[in-house]
């Protein structure tokens, strides 16, 4: 099987009697046992081994009463450390990002109506092992609209908003679109 193993420090941060949260963490991960191929047979070899190792930093807080902001950014190193293609070697992993971020505001009135507008990006990322094409990054934009009585809850949501055209990945030359808008409704009931 795969394996991974991953270290991890960080630091949270709430002052006391404030609406406010934040995190950050450093970590590294490496995983083994990765299948790679080589590249004169294209053999599947299951000896590639591959090493990220980024920071993470996440902020939450009631910026005025009923508003409240989230935000999150992720910067990632990814290195392939062994493969069985040794043109792969100190690349960066495919379809992985290097930068990836949000960021979400909700606003709820006394009423139990709200609204939520938010935003996450996606930054540039291998199309291959081999690191030979670059797919870009792309942004997101989503909105949601809820209101709540009682044990009841409705909320309608949309992503990709302004229905963006972009490529998860053009992984060895098949592109994969990404999720068109998308609007979902769901109710709730707490007992």
Request: proline share 5%; glycine share 10%.
């Amino acid at each position: 099987p795969t394996r991974g193993q991953q270290v991890e420090a960080g630091l949270k941060y709430q002052p006391e009697g404030a609406s406010l949260f934040l995190a950050a963490a450093l970590f590294s991960l490496t995983k083994t046992n990765v299948v790679t191929y080589d590249n004169m047979t294209g053999e599947a070899r299951q000896i590639g081994k591959q090493r990220s190792r980024g920071l993470e930093l996440e902020a939450k807080a009631e910026v005025l009463p009923g508003l409240n902001a989230t935000a999150s950014y992720t910067r990632l190193f990814g290195k392939i450390v062994q493969s069985a293609a040794p043109t792969e070697v100190g690349k960066k992993p495919a379809i992985i990002p290097e930068q990836t971020a949000s960021a979400w505001l909700d606003y709820t009135a006394p009423i139990g109506l709200g609204l939520g507008v938010g935003v996450n990006y996606t930054g540039k990322r291998p199309n291959d092992e081999a690191n030979t094409t670059i797919e870009p990054g792309f942004w997101l934009f989503n909105a949601s609209a809820h209101y709540e009585t009682g044990p009841w809850r409705l909320i309608v949501s949309a992503s990709n908003l302004f229905n963006n055209n972009y490529n998860t990945i053009c992984y060895h030359g098949e592109c994969y679109l990404g999720e068109k808008r998308s609007v979902t409704a769901t109710l709730r009931y707490r007992w």
